[in-house]
Nanobody, 129 residues
Framework: EGQLVESGGGLVQPGESLRLSCVAS????????MSWVRQAPGKLLEWVGS????????RYAASAKGRFTISRDNAENTVYLQLNSLQTEDTAMYYC??????????????????????WGQGTQVTVSS
């Protein structure tokens, strides 16, 4: 239900930064927490982090904490993922997803796209020297 379109991915060198964007449509964006999930080649989906519907709470996976920042602009129906100090192991397809409710849900297991309200097509981030 609804549509999510990610952008902002690309090829960068280790230590550089990127900002990913995800624009939502077709549902009331401000009512739902948003998450970022990534999938590296040959690996399972990995939850990166989430932001509550009102931006008050954010939570991150250990691999993202201190380097990645999630923010959102409810007036623009957009959620962002700022990626700093990128490393080769951050190479992955990055997806945004709309959670089923307004609150952040921390996920330690591989996320199941069917458990989210909406799931984007992804944007590729490649970190290589």
């Amino acid at each position: 239900e609804g549509q999510l379109v990610e952008s902002g991915g690309g090829l960068v060198q280790p230590g550089e930064s990127l900002r990913l964007s995800c624009v939502a449509s077709g549902f009331t964006f401000s009512n739902f927490a948003m998450s970022w999930v990534r999938q590296a080649p040959g690996k399972l989906l990995e939850w990166v982090g989430s932001i509550s519907s009102d931006s008050i709470k954010t939570r991150y996976a250990a691999s993202a904490k201190g380097r990645f920042t999630i923010s959102r602009d409810n007036a623009e129906n957009t959620v962002y993922l700022q990626l700093n100090s990128l490393q080769t192991e951050d190479t992955a397809m990055y997806y945004c997803a709309a959670d089923e409710g307004p609150l952040v849900v921390v996920t330690f297991e591989a996320p199941n796209p069917e458990e989210y309200k909406s799931w984007g097509q992804g944007t590729q981030v490649t970190v290589s020297s």
